[in-house]
């Protein structure tokens, strides 16, 4: 909504006065797209340290994942385009890394995120972890306080310096004193400046130096990383310098380079050529004045390049604000939250099918296993009746069979034989031959009473 410079006047307000004043209304879409040039155009290009969390790589090649540290969480994309300029490099959750890129909004979400053009894993953690334990511990006991501190004497004659003899800090130095031709007697305790044994041979330096009784002391390298420079941040080099009783100037690395020994020495030149410039502004005025004037110079040029950076950088945003790569973009990214959804709800229904086909053959099974039980049930029950049926299971309980020889007609009545007819008789566990003999019903009925 504009602003109405009129709006806390108590004069009078006319129509269109008041019509000025009346909000804006976005959609969510208009207030979304206005959010989205803002940050592209305001963060086309950031560096953002942080830890990956959630690294994933998707099915069209894209990765996303999360950068966060103690405090917050930013979402992250590298586009497949990107990922393979990456080549071998590893990445997975947990690692460090320095991220380049622009700021966008993804509209579908309303979510702002970081589009990675450039990816680096971030390993100087540990050590600037130990150098501000360190800075602080010495700090505290006060290695660090101005009152401390000696002042350097304004005209010296003897200087000593703990350097390496072929470095090339050492080297610019005498440079600058021979073209300025300065009168110093210059006192050179040669060791190491890099490396494991460094530490212990740049206090033993400063401190053979010290008993020299010479008017300055100077320990210097030239600029290189963080692990290089790591010698001037070990506790026996800041408590040889705090224990020296010559003034110490520490000349480290370049401006932006700040050790322990800065902090400790009693005075820090910005590089090794800058506390020889601080000796030619000590002699001659004239050249501390032309120094003054050069480095004015450089700021006013630097400033000037800084302008027109910046102005170049508008140009660039006005053009990317209508370049049709981020419309590509945002499709991009929909597709695959698409893809995404569609993998997912396929997995799903494969899941219930999967299901389904369980209960199915479960039920199929528990069936055909009842109906083999019953139909076995049955058989048996069969088979039972059939046994107790069977002819043999008569003969078994004392019975017989009569046929008859030649036509093997079962014999049921008497009436079915003469007497002399061949017989076979069955019992239970074999056969015989016989004849039939007819005998009188009442003379059988007679040999029973008398039996009885």
């Given amino acids: 909504m504009r602003k109405n410079p009129r709006q806390n ?58 950068l966060k540290d103690e405090n917050a969480v930013l979402e992250s994309v590298i586009w497949k385009s990107d990922m393979r300029r990456l080549g071998r490099l590893s990445l997975g959750d947990g690692q460090a890394v320095r991220c380049t890129g622009r700021l966008t909004i993804y509209p579908p979400r309303g979510q702002y995120q970081l589009v990675v053009e450039e990816i680096q894993l971030a390993g100087l953690g540990l050590l600037q972890r130990r150098f501000e334990e360190l800075k602080q511990r010495l700090q505290k006991e006060g290695l660090f306080d101005e009152a401390r501190k000696k002042p350097l004497p304004a005209f010296p004659k003897r200087i000593g310096i703990a350097t390496s003899s072929t470095g090339a800090a050492i080297q610019d130095f005498l440079k600058i004193a021979r073209e300025h031709r300065l009168p110093l007697e210059i006192v050179i305790a040669s060791c190491r400046v890099q490396g494991v044994e460094a530490p212990s041979e740049i206090a033993q330096a400063l401190q053979s130096l010290d ?52 902090f400790v020495a009693d005075v820090r030149a910005p590089t090794p050529s800058a506390a020889a410039l601080l000796l030619v502004g000590l002699f001659n005025e004239h050249r501390a004045n032309l120094s003054q004037f050069r480095s004015d110079l450089r700021k006013h040029i630097r400033a000037e390049l800084d302008r027109l950076a910046v102005q170049m950088e508008n140009l660039h945003r006005s053009l990317q604000r209508y370049h049709p790569r981020a419309l590509v973009e945002q499709h991009r990214q929909r597709l695959d939250g698409f893809a995404d959804r569609m993998n997912r709800e396929l997995r799903n229904r494969l899941e219930t099918n999967r299901v389904a086909v369980q209960g199915w053959t479960h039920r199929l099974l528990n069936g055909t296993q009842r109906r083999l039980q019953e139909m076995r049930h049955r058989t048996q029950t ?57 005998s009188d019903p009442m003379q059988e009925s007679c040999c029973e009473d008398q039996n009885d």
Avoid at 11 to 25: G, K, N, S
Avoid at 55 to 64: I, N, P, R, T
């Fill in 211 to 262: 008993r020299l009784g010479l008017d300055w002391l100077i320990t210097m390298r030239g600029g290189g990383s963080l692990e290089d420079l790591w010698a001037f941040n070990e506790e026996i080099v800041a408590r040889a310098i705090a224990s020296c009783s010559t003034p110490v100037v520490s000349a480290v690395g370049h401006e932006v380079d700040f050790t322990i020994a800065d």
């Fill in 382 to 438: 069969i088979a039972a009746r059939l046994e107790v049926l069977h002819p043999q299971a008569t003969l078994k309980r004392g019975f017989a069979i009569c046929e008859r020889t030649d036509t093997r007609e079962i014999i049921l009545s008497p009436n079915q034989v003469q007497p002399g007819d061949p017989l076979r008789i069955h019992v239970r566990d074999g056969k015989f031959g016989a004849q039939a003999v007819l």
């Fill in 9 to 66: 006047s108590d004069e009078p307000c006319d129509l269109f006065e008041m019509i000025d004043r009346t909000p804006q209304v976005y959609t969510v879409s208009q207030l979304t797209e206005e959010l989205r040039l803002l940050l592209e155009e305001g963060y086309a290009h950031v560096i953002v340290e942080g830890e990956i969390s959630g690294w994933k790589v998707s099915s069209a090649g894209h990765a996303y994942f999360r």
